[in-house]
Each structure stands twice: as structure tokens, then as C-alpha cells.
């Protein structure tokens, strides 16, 4: 059973930097596609970064320049470097695997900026 725990949320002040972390198990992460996705209250889930299984990345416009995704296969790991974080950045950012038709999420890290 694929199984995916997120970390590194927290507290910042706008400018500031978060590390986002998400571990997967269960299953071979190498062929796994990896998306981070956020969602605000009162607001859609929206796409925030996504890396393929090749290590290709690609990024909504709302954060280009400033958040780095980037995988560790060794580790079962993807990451989200978020930089120069603003208020609007606040949301709750999930994980997802997918391959094939399949997706699995996980529980969610809270994100919040201060201004």
C-alpha cells in the first residue's frame, strides 16, 4: 500500500524560506510522478509543482523562480524548496503519487506566511 507522509510546514514571516518534505513507502518511488499541490481555505486545490519520474520539473506560474522541486530516489523523498514566501502562499500543501491511472495523496502540511 502506497503510503505518503508530508513535513516541514510551519510558521514564517513573508521573505522567509520553508523546506517541504514527503516520504513515500510501499511501493518502487522511482517510477512515481511527483506533484505538490496547495489549497487555501475557501479556495480550489491548485497545482503548485510537479516533477516526472526522470527528475523533469515544472511549475504553475504563481511560484516560478521562487519554489524548487526536486526528488531523491534513494530516500523515497521529494521536496519543495519555497523562497521569498508571501502571505498568498498560505495554505495546506499535499503530495501526490501518480503512475498510470493511480494517484495517492497524503495528509497535508500547513503552510502559513505572516506579513
Known amino acids: 500500500q502506497v503510503q505518503l507522509v508530508e513535513s516541514g510546514g510551519g510558521l514564517v514571516q513573508a521573505g522567509g524560506s520553508l523546506r517541504l518534505s514527503c516520504v513515500v513507502s510501499?511501493?518502487?518511488?522511482?517510477?512515481?510522478?511527483m506533484d505538490w499541490y496547495r489549497q487555501a481555505p475557501g479556495k480550489q486545490r491548485e497545482l503548485v509543482a510537479g516533477i516526472s519520474s526522470g527528475g523533469d520539473p515544472n511549475y504553475a506560474s504563481a511560484v516560478k523562480g521562487r519554489f524548487t522541486i526536486s526528488r531523491d530516489n534513494a530516500k523515497n523523498t521529494v521536496y519543495l524548496q519555497m523562497n521569498s514566501l508571501k502571505p498568498e502562499d498560505t495554505a495546506v500543501y499535499y503530495c501526490?503519487?501518480?503512475?498510470?491511472?493511480?494517484?495517492?495523496w497524503g495528509q497535508g502540511t500547513q503552510v502559513t506566511v505572516s506579513s
Open positions: 510501499g511501493t518502487i518511488f522511482s517510477i512515481y510522478a
Open positions: 501526490k503519487a501518480k503512475f498510470g491511472n493511480s494517484d495517492t
